[in-house]
């Protein structure tokens, strides 16, 4: 949605806060969804839950495309963020599944490159059609997608590689999935609620850049829209080679301790966004955007690494769904928060501190955290 957010901005006539109070209907659903949708992965098997959220999503793409009404626009994001809640713990589960302790994080780091790839292609896909079709068909054409990608989930997706047993002790086999063994592995793990903290920091600069670039872009030089949805790019595509990268890094230069490597990436980006508040160089803007979005991409993969390390094998979906489920907090406040605060201060400046205080907070919170395997 945000490469045509100016486009949506100008038929609605909506402000920055109206779009945010939409965005944040999709994040609140997809925060009280995180925890079901893991729970199910684990009770039910993964492909069936991401076929399932892969259609829903599609469906509430296209009405969302369909709609007049502001209600209408906040009821579709909902659905789609319950649908959305449906693909990330299950996902991480499959890699849990599929990939040994010793190379998850950079099975993890390989696989999450999927995130900035199609987020610049829908950065440009979604700035082409808006500009040339109107921003309802930046939704109706993500419906086809959508549909066609869940169908071919379903035929493709295995849950475990055939031949692979599960080693079982006889308690672990006993206590199954009851409430008391979730209380005990799951809501019970303070490092997992530590790491959802983390990461909710994380989030919250994440998904500020990926709405807010294209509109900070258009707003502060002037770019056309499909020049601001090029430009704002820069920025997943340099998750590209951070996730791709961030086992390799973790395991040869920082010997294995994610913790470490999440640490140092996040004082850069402090340090960043603090020069990125005064800066009003383009040039510098687009590098300084690079640099952010290397960085605070290199950490998610790191974190469900982690989170896998010290939460039981049976409840890997479980748990990533609490640490993902948590760290939503940071994106909802990101969509409705920066919205306001851009509103408020007609400057994208204190925007740009807050997140640097919100990646010295993601510091903070995963000080406390242990490496240790949880048994």
């Known amino acids: 949605m945000s490469a045509v957010i100016p486009l949506v901005m100008e038929d609605l006539r909506l402000s920055h806060?109206?779009?945010g109070f939409i965005m944040s209907g999709f994040f609140i659903a997809y925060a009280l969804s995180q925890f079901p949708a893991g729970y199910l992965s684990d009770r039910f098997g993964s492909r069936k839950v991401i076929t399932i959220a892969g259609l829903l999503s599609a469906l509430s793409n296209l009405f969302f495309s369909l709609s007049t009404r502001l209600y209408h626009f906040v009821s579709f994001q909902i659905l789609n963020g319950i649908s959305q809640a449906g693909a990330y713990a299950p996902c991480v589960?499959?890699?849990g599944n599929w990939f040994p302790q010793s190379r998850r994080a950079t099975a993890l780091g390989i696989f999450l490159t999927c995130v900035p790839i199609f987020t610049i292609v829908s950065y440009w896909l979604s700035s082409f059609l808006g500009q040339s079709f109107g921003w309802r068909s930046a939704f109706f054409v993500p419906f086809v997608i959508l549909s066609c990608v869940a169908l071919i989930d379903f035929r493709v997706i295995q849950d475990i590689p055939r031949g692979k047993q599960w080693a079982q002790t006889e308690e672990e086999k006993d206590s199954g999935f009851s409430a008391s063994a979730i209380?005990?592995?799951i809501l019970s793990n303070k490092p997992l609620w530590l790491l959802g903290a983390c990461l909710?920091?994380?989030a919250f600069i994440e998904y500020t850049y990926l709405m807010w670039l294209p509109t900070f872009l258009f707003?502060?030089?002037g770019t056309?829209?499909?020049k601001a949805g090029v430009f704002s790019s820069i920025y997943p595509l340099l998750g590209i080679p951070a996730r791709f990268m961030t086992?390799?890094?973790?395991?040869?230069?920082f010997h294995s301790r994610k913790k470490t490597l999440i640490t140092t990436a996040l004082i850069g980006v402090t340090i960043l966004c603090l020069v990125l508040s005064n800066t009003s160089s383009f040039l510098w803007t687009i590098l300084i955007l690079g640099g952010i979005g290397f960085l605070v991409q290199l950490t998610e993969p790191l974190i469900f690494a982690l989170q896998m390390d010290i939460t039981p094998g049976r409840f890997i979906g479980t748990g990533a769904s609490l640490v993902n489920g948590i760290s939503s907090i940071g994106s909802i406040v990101a969509m409705a928060g920066s919205g306001f605060i851009i509103d408020t201060f007609h400057s994208y400046r204190i925007l740009f501190l807050i997140l640097?205080?919100?990646?010295?907070a993601a510091i903070i919170s995963l000080f406390f955290v242990s490496e240790r395997r949880k048994l």
């Open 219 to 221: 707003e502060t030089f």
């Open 356 to 360: 640097a205080g919100a990646a010295f």
């Open 93 to 95: 589960k499959l890699v």
């Open 200 to 202: 909710g920091g994380i």
């Open 17 to 19: 806060l109206g779009v």
């Open 224 to 226: 056309t829209i499909i």
């Open 183 to 185: 209380k005990t592995a």
């Open 247 to 253: 086992g390799w890094i973790c395991d040869f230069y």
